[in-house]
């Protein structure tokens, strides 16, 4: 007995797209269903990036008091370019007016949780969508087992697919789970979560010889910090000692204050960009759409700009009849995407070093990061990108 729930717009996935979705929707008076097939607490407690850019974190204050990303997060006014063992400081406030919110995603995933079970919605943890049907009808439908294994569909007037980089949505929009842009890159980054106090006040980019490391912060007493590796390493083949010493010996000019080291992960780098956004009653948002590689922190930011313009068309569209904006979204969604995808490929391009890099191309990535740090439209543009890039009204 397959069980039917019939809503205005069903959301797979509950990550930062899709339950921020259901927020705006619900602000618009539209209801949905938010389904994802992770447990509330897997969900919670998945660690990913944490910098938010000044508009994410303003749009997150529309959860009121919901949102601890001002009170918890850290408000950083820049950067530290580190290269040939001299600091260079982006000075956003100063280049762009602008700031940047170092609170992490699975914080931003907790507060999202919380303010939407206060408010109601229909979120159902453990629920996986097997497939999107008659995408092209105006009575779209997930296809999905609760967490019994029982089937469950879900009916509604339109359905996004914000269920991530391994997203079940995707083909029902672009004909196959792959159909997109691809990319990838001969690293990825070793990261590391570690009980100490900070080793600077702000992040620390750091290109060496030896490769990139990126000094990060989570608290006053944990640290986050990643060194460029090959894409196959195995996380348990660092002792702690070797760790800090590779850790250590890309960021010259400062001693990192060590630490017990709890969490180790590997990140593979990958660049991605769904061939398209829309097809009928069916969009894409989120890492369903696209993916960046980590630098730059652009991932959430992005899933969040696309929810921007999603809701708006949704309401325009259910609310009003008018379609334009629905039209209009992948169009509209593309033009930020591309602009992410470049400044994430742009900013892991400046700092990591390829494995077959020669003499030549060592000096010339000196002299590109020269070209940014010694010129105030190179600083400006950087931090314009890194703080993100104004929404047009
Ligand atoms: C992080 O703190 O996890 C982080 C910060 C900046 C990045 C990537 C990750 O560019």
Known sequence: MTTTVRTRVAIVGAGPAGLLLSHLLDRAGIDSVVIDQRSRDEIESTI??????????????????????????????GIELRF?????????????????????????????????????????FGVTAEAIADAETDRPRVLAR?????PLQIEADFVVGSDGSRSVARAAVTGSSQGGYFREYPFAWFGILCE???SADELI??????GFALVSQRSDTVQRMYFQCDP??????????????????????TTLKQGPIFQRDVLRFRSFVAHELRRGRVALAGDAAHTVPPTGAKGMNLAIADVRLLAEALRRS??????????AYPEAASRRIWKAQHFSWWMTSLLHVTPDATDFDRRRQVGELRSVVESAHGRAALAEAYTGWPFPS
């Open 318 to 327: 259910l609310l009003e009849g008018d379609e334009r904006a629905l039209d």
């Open 196 to 198: 100490a106090p900070p």
């Open 48 to 77: 990913r990036a944490g910098i938010l850019e000044q508009g994410t974190v303003e749009l997150l204050d529309d959860l009121g008091p919901h949102s601890r990303a001002r009170t918890v997060g850290h408000r950083h006014d």
């Open 84 to 124: 040939e063992g001299e600091g260079h400081r982006i000075d956003f406030a100063e280049t762009v007016g602008r700031a940047v919110w170092l609170y992490p995603q699975h914080e931003v995933l907790k507060d999202l949780v919380a303010a939407r079970l206060a408010a109601g919605q229909d979120l159902r």
């Open 146 to 150: 609760d967490a019994e294994g029982r």
């Open 232 to 253: 196959d390493t195995d996380t348990a083949a660092f002792t702690e000692e070797q760790l800090w010493d590779e850790l250590q010996k890309r960021v010259p000019g």
């Open 205 to 210: 980019y750091s290109n060496s010889p030896d």
